[in-house]
């Protein structure tokens, strides 16, 4: 074979290796992408909660598409506005699971994800929550396709069970509001605190969306209680807090609280909860190194250290993105089985998703509202183990 003739075989030899090289890359670049539908509120009363999980989901897909995706998949996120109502809630939600996106996340209020949840088969969708703690989520409603990455209401009791054995305190009022979570709140609480022996005399529930409180602060002034368990949300806990001040309840009766030293409410109502504790969802010196490298990456490009609602939000789609990675797939039936009982590096540390009912196993923190830097803060209190989490619901049958 002459000169001529070897140089074209080996051209031939290098075109043919191309043609198969190139569909093979365009194989790897075409990776079904993680269509993500966050369902969360747009608009009504959790709107400020919603911003803040929107912007903490939105900074975890930013931040993974930078990298080059998860497991080479693009993420993809479309939005869609509950209105801080069940039956909207339901809508979005269906409305997104149809288009594609059915890796659902994001609502406020544990009243839409039970509206939600209870269609995830029909729209072969998976649901992995970040924010709502009703006890029936991990309970009777429980579905095998839906995955909490937050605490529940029986977390947080357990914990507020210990906290409030150290407390001075011995009578009490309830303020919550009047849907699934703040009736699980109030409702566990009081059994809580007669469990140890001391009173709840007053024990009353807002309407959702409730513009007046005087009536109520009225009949808390008059209970003459040592302190009053909070579990408002949204604008209804700014509101409630707001006119609290101005009835001159605050600060002369102790608040404590649920959900209630939120950023967003503290920023709302100004020094108004400067020295009052309640529970926190996540600290930001948590020392880990996945931690670590969160709260450096959000200082990097908010300038302040991120907060419980941005946290819980940014470590529900950690969760996710390690499901699709081990199930090698964005098919939620897939993700399902990658998840359920997988032990998961977070910015909690190491943790558990419970196989019994889905609930991932955190620590948990109370907190005081102090001055720090001329701002006021979260400093930490206390710290509780996740081995303190209570087990898991029989009514609960994945």
Not at 85 to 106: Q, V
Not at 137 to 156: E, I, P, Q, V, W
Not at 228 to 254: C, H, M, N, S, Y
Request: glycine residues 8%; neutral net charge; hydrophobic residues 40%.
């Amino acid at each position: 074979m002459d000169k001529t003739m070897m140089r074209r075989h080996a051209l031939g030899a290098v075109l043919t290796l191309g043609a198969l090289l190139v569909p093979l890359a365009a194989m790897a670049q075409a990776k079904e992408s993680i269509k993500v539908g966050l369902v969360t509120s747009l608009s009504g009363p959790f709107a400020e909660a919603g911003a803040y999980v929107q912007r903490g989901i939105q900074f975890a897909v930013d931040e993974a598409n930078a990298k080059g995706g998860i497991d080479g998949r693009k993420v993809e996120l479309k939005v869609g506005d509950d209105e801080s109502n069940p039956d909207a809630g339901r809508r979005a939600g269906e409305k997104l699971a149809r288009d594609g996106y059915n890796l659902l996340t994001g609502p406020i209020a544990s009243s839409v994800s039970l509206a939600m949840v209870q269609n995830l088969d029909r729209w072969d969708a998976l649901m992995v929550d970040v924010s709502p703690k009703s006890d029936k989520l991990t309970g009777d409603s429980c579905k095998a396709r839906y995955f909490r990455s937050n605490h529940s209401d029986a977390m947080d009791l357990a914990m507020v069970s210990e906290w409030t054995k150290t407390l001075k305190e011995n009578k009490f009022a309830i303020a919550a509001s009047d849907y699934a979570w703040g009736r699980d709140s109030g409702e566990s609480f009081e059994r809580s605190v007669k469990a140890q022996g001391k009173s709840v005399v007053l024990a009353l529930y807002t309407p959702l969306g409730a513009k007046d409180y005087a009536p109520y602060l009225a009949q808390l002034k008059a209970a003459n209680v040592d302190a009053i368990w909070v579990a408002e949300g949204g604008r209804d806990a700014i509101a409630f807090v707001k006119q609290a001040t101005e009835f001159g309840l605050i600060p002369g009766t102790k608040l404590i609280g649920q959900v209630l030293i939120t950023d967003y409410t503290v920023n709302a109502t100004g020094q108004d909860l400067l020295g009052v504790a309640g529970t926190l969802g996540y600290v930001a010196d948590i020392d880990n190194p996945v931690n670590q490298a969160f709260v450096a990456a959000w200082k990097a490009k908010y300038k302040d250290v991120p907060v419980d609602y941005y946290a819980q939000a940014y470590n529900g789609m950690q969760v996710l993105f390690q499901g699709v990675k081990a199930a090698g797939s964005v098919k939620p039936a897939d993700i399902q089985k990658a998840l359920s009982g997988a032990t998961l590096d977070t910015i909690y540390g190491s943790v558990k998703m419970r196989p019994e009912d889905h609930q991932l196993l955190l620590p948990n923190f109370v907190a005081r509202m102090t001055m720090v830097d001329g701002k006021l803060r979260p400093v930490t209190e206390r710290r509780f183990p996740a081995s303190l989490v209570p087990p898991p619901s029989p009514l609960c049958k994945l």
